[in-house]
């Protein structure tokens, strides 16, 4: 054989063992992720601002805010007029029945803490196997898709191929990054340091960084692994609302800060060659209200001597404390107990505060999924919230806080956001109203699956699964 044909024959021999190599990729490739018939999406990326109010984008010129990314999602996709939440309205509880479809009563995250009444309950719900339905990414690994998380709320040893949790934000016995490592896909948290230059050891307990280090994990995770499922939790915004209110400068500037990560988010998959396979899902946990003052029932449980406190405030004995919204007996099988506890907060209701708060009685709250330990919740008025603390000794009393959130779903100003926009979705869908539970189904079925333990429906009128581009 000539020098010519033998480099000849070598080249093929490259060529073909290239080809093998690529064709056995490509097999693995399709084993790992199927097609699934009817799948609208190859990926979904499901973003949750936090505090997310509909006037956002809506009204985004009378609010005063710049989203252009939100509202570019918008115009090319369908919007929600408001979202109906969980209740509580709170963060946890809201998250959860986002990726599950069911409420609080039923998924067990019943608020954000766990109810310990001797410790405050301090010890928030971070542990997925708490959950006791499943979620989204837990279906979506039975159909053979990748799914990764994002900052999420219950998700601390959730079964997802990439994850970097919510957890601890301030242990006692590490850093937040060393808790950050420990939680997370192992090797991850340290790229993305990298990646950022650099992040303090507790630089997480600023808002706003603690948002740029998620918006990083994000961007990172869709050009290094495309999953077919993301999770997303943005925060900023509730701080913010927290601190200085709904529609302030401080919220306002929040808003365009998550704005911009959720357009980088949108450019990794440009990046990631996904784009046009990529329905994103942007949502909220719950809306605001402005407050200015704060009720403590508790005051009024230890007035009456069913609680009691050490000489540092601290709850040392209870027939009946406050959990989040929740006043709670601790022997619910004893309605003389329950009976007392009613007819205290039942004077306050029709007297001196009448208008002021309301009870929330246990029909309403079986009708509404809500806390199935609760002997009702209380609801303040709009300007009003709850306080599970002493000061003053006093059951009203003034606070800083601008703004809050955990009210009745029924209450407009607790409506969260909803943008659906991308690949499977149709545009300029009217949404006038929404069910949280109602967005699991509709990631399922965007992504070719059901939820079979929802209690909600996807939103069939926005989704067209027969104009998607494949590749």
Same mark, same amino acid.
């Given at each position: ?176 990054? $060393? @808790?950050? #490592?420990?939680?997370?896909? !192992?090797? /991850?948290?340290?790229? &993305?340091? =990298? ?131 929740? $006043? @709670?007996? #601790?022997?619910?099988?004893? !309605?003389? /107990?329950?009976?007392? &506890?009613? =007819? ?128």
């Amino acid at each position: 054989m000539t020098l010519t044909r033998r480099r000849f024959a070598s080249l093929h021999i490259r060529a073909f063992l290239l080809l093998s190599v690529l064709a056995a990729a490509a097999a693995r490739t399709s084993a790992q992720t199927p097609p699934i018939a009817g799948r609208g999406a190859d990926h979904v990326i499901l973003i949750t601002i936090d505090g997310f109010r509909p006037q956002v984008y809506l009204d985004a010129e009378r609010e005063g805010v710049e989203v252009p990314n939100l509202k570019a999602l918008l115009k090319a996709g369908s919007g929600a007029e408001g979202v109906v939440v969980a209740y509580p309205s709170m963060t946890y509880p809201s998250h959860t029945s986002i990726v599950t479809g069911v409420s609080p009563a039923r998924h067990g995250i019943i608020s954000n803490t766990q109810f310990d009444a001797l410790n405050g309950s301090r010890a928030w719900f971070s542990e997925n196997r708490a959950m006791k339905t499943p979620a989204l990414w837990d279906v979506a690994k039975k159909h053979g898709l990748k799914t990764a998380g994002v900052s999420w709320p219950v998700t601390v040893g959730a079964a997802m191929d990439v994850l970097y949790p919510e957890s601890n934000q301030a242990p006692q016995d590490s850093t937040w990054l $060393v @808790r950050a #490592r420990k939680d997370s896909t !192992p090797g /991850l948290v340290d790229a &993305v340091v =990298n990646d950022l230059g650099g992040f303090g050891e507790r630089d997480n307990l600023d808002p706003i960084k603690r948002d740029r280090f998620a918006a990083a994990v994000a961007t990172r995770i869709i050009r290094t692994e495309k999953p077919n499922l993301m999770v997303v939790h943005l925060m900023e915004t509730d701080s913010a609302q927290h601190a200085n209110g709904p529609g302030s400068p401080q919220a306002r500037a929040a808003f365009e800060r998550v704005d911009a990560h959720i357009g980088a988010i949108v450019q990794a998959t440009e990046e990631a060659g996904i784009r046009s396979r990529t329905a994103f899902v942007i949502t909220g946990d719950h809306g605001f209200s402005r407050v200015h003052a704060l009720f403590q029932p508790n005051v009024i449980l230890r007035e009456a001597g069913l609680l009691k406190t050490d000489e540092n405030g601290a709850v040392i004995e209870w027939q009946a404390v406050l959990h989040g919204m929740a $006043v @709670r007996v #601790r022997n619910p099988a004893a !309605p003389s /107990l329950a009976e007392r &506890v009613i =007819n205290l907060f039942e004077k306050l209701e029709r007297t001196r505060y009448k208008g002021l708060f309301r009870m929330v009685r246990r029909a309403e709250l079986d009708e509404r999924g809500a806390y199935p330990e609760a002997l009702f919740f209380f609801e303040p008025a709009e300007g009003y919230y709850l306080s599970d603390g002493f000061a003053q000794n006093s059951f009203l009393i003034g606070t800083t806080r601008r703004g809050a959130h955990g009210f009745l779903p029924t209450e407009p100003r607790m409506f969260t956001g909803l943008i659906v926009s991308g690949a499977g979705v149709r545009a300029g869908v009217p949404l006038p109203s929404v069910r949280q539970i109602d967005i699991a189904p509709t990631v399922a079925r965007l992504l070719g699956f059901e939820m079979p333990d929802a209690d909600g429906v996807p939103l069939l009128g926005m989704i067209d699964t027969a104009t998607v581009p494949r590749s």
